[in-house]
C-alpha cells in the first residue's frame, strides 16, 4: 500500500496517542494499514455517558492533515443531539473548521467535551431521514449546518 | 407522544398527529431538499474543480494592458491607468483562498533567491534568524510539537534553499520553473502557506492585547477558523501580523470605483527605496494578484 501524504505526521501521532493518552486505546482493525484505527474510551465521569465504552474510527487519506480524518462512532453508538444514529457525528472541526493545527488527540477530546455538556440524551432531530440518506455516503460530503456552538 | 392511545385518534394519524397526505408530503419535500442540497454540493465541487483546471496557482507574467482588458465594461477599469504609472506586470493568482499568501511568499522567494545584494543579505539573515526561532514561538502559544515539525522544518529547508540554488538565478526562466516547484505544487506549497498561516495565528496571540480590540471573535477562535484553517481568505491583520513577524513590508495598491487607484502600505512608514524588500500587491475586490515593475 503507498503512503498518504502525511504519512510521517501520521505516525508520530499515533506514537503520542499510544505513549501520552492511555485512556484512550487504539486497535487497527485491518494489519495491514495505519490509516485506519479505532479509539475506544470511557464516556467521562460524571456525565450522561459515564460507563459507557464510546468507539471512534478515523480514517486517513492523502489530503490529511489539511482536511480532518473522517471521523464516525462505531460499536454502540452514544445518543446525543449531534450524533446520528449511523454514528456521523456534527462537530464543526471535522469539517469547515478543521486546521491543521488539530490533532487526533484534539479530536477525541473535542467529542468528549461534546457529550460532557449535553444535557439530555436525545438523538438529532432529523435522524431518521439524515441516517436512510447519508447511507453508503462519506460524513465529509455533506454541506453540515452548525446549530450552536457546541456544534 | 408515542404513549398516546390509538384509540383517541379519529383519523387514521401516525404518531405525530398527521394524515396520510400530510407524511406524503413530508416526504415528498424531505426528498426535494435532499435533492436540492446535493445539487449545491455538486455544484460547489463543480466550481471548485473548474477554477482548479483553468488557473494555473500563479500564471505567467501578464502586462498591466492584458490585465486590464480583463475588467472592460467595469467601474474599476480606469484605476489601472494609473497603477500602469509604476507597475507594468502582473501575474494572477488563482481564486483558492490562499491568494495572499502565496503572492507574498512567490515574491519574497524570489527577491531573496534572485538578490544577493549587501543589503538583501542582511535582509535574508534576519528573516532566516526569525523563522529558525519561529518553532518555539509557536510552541509557546499553543501549537504542538507534532504539528509545527513537518511544517517548520520544510519551510526552514525551502528558506534556506534560497541562498545557494541549484540553478542559474539571472536565468528567468529557471528563476519561475523554481518558484513553480515550490509554490504552485499542491503538496509541499500547502505546507508552506500553511506554515505561515501558523505564525500569523501565533504572532496575534502573543501579541493579543494589541489586536484583541480589531477582532469581533476572541482572538483564539478567531486564529483557528479564519487563519490556520485552509483556504480562509488572508484579512487585513493578518498581513499585518506577517509584515510585523518577519519584519518585512508591503505595498497593497487597491483598485477604485472612481477610476484611481489607492495604495496602502505596512508598514505605514515603509520606504520604498529598493534598498530592501517590499512586497507589491494589487488588490482587486476579495482578491489579491502579485504587481511587479
Known sequence: ?151 | MSEAPTSTQPDKKDDLGLTPEEIEENKKAQQELEAHNEAVTKQMEDLKNAVRKDMPFVSKYLTLDEYKLKWEGNKFYDSFDSIMTKFSKVRELRRDGNCFYRAILWQIFEYFLVNKSEHALVEYDKILKKIEGAKQDLMDNGYDEVVVDMFHDQFLEEFKGLSEPKIDVTDDEAVEKYLEERLCDESLASYLITYIRFIISAYLKANREMYQPFIELDMDTYCQIRVDAVEQEAEEICIIGLMNYLDLAVEIIQVQPDGLAYTSKIPEDAVDDESRFIGRLLFTPGHYDSLHI
Open chain 1, 1 to 151: 500500500m503507498s503512503k498518504i501524504k502525511g504519512h510521517k505526521r501520521l505516525v508520530k501521532e499515533i506514537k503520542d496517542l499510544q505513549e501520552n493518552y492511555e485512556e484512550f486505546k487504539i486497535h487497527f482493525p485491518d494489519p495491514d494499514t495505519l490509516y485506519l484505527f479505532n479509539a475506544v474510551f470511557d464516556g467521562a465521569e460524571g456525565s450522561l455517558y459515564e460507563g459507557e465504552t464510546l468507539e471512534l474510527q478515523f480514517k486517513f487519506d492523502d489530503t490529511f492533515p489539511f482536511e480532518a480524518p473522517e471521523v464516525i462512532f462505531v460499536g454502540d453508538i452514544p445518543t446525543h443531539p449531534h450524533v446520528y444514529s449511523n454514528g456521523y457525528i456534527c462537530l464543526s472541526i471535522l469539517y469547515d473548521h478543521w486546521t491543521p493545527a488539530l490533532r487526533v488527540s484534539s479530536i477525541i477530546l473535542s467529542i468528549l467535551s461534546m457529550l460532557s455538556s449535553c444535557e439530555e440524551k436525545v438523538g438529532p432531530e432529523n435522524d431518521g431521514s439524515f441516517s436512510r440518506y447519508a447511507k453508503g455516503k462519506s460524513p465529509k460530503s455533506f454541506n453540515w449546518v452548525f446549530e450552536d456552538d457546541k456544534c
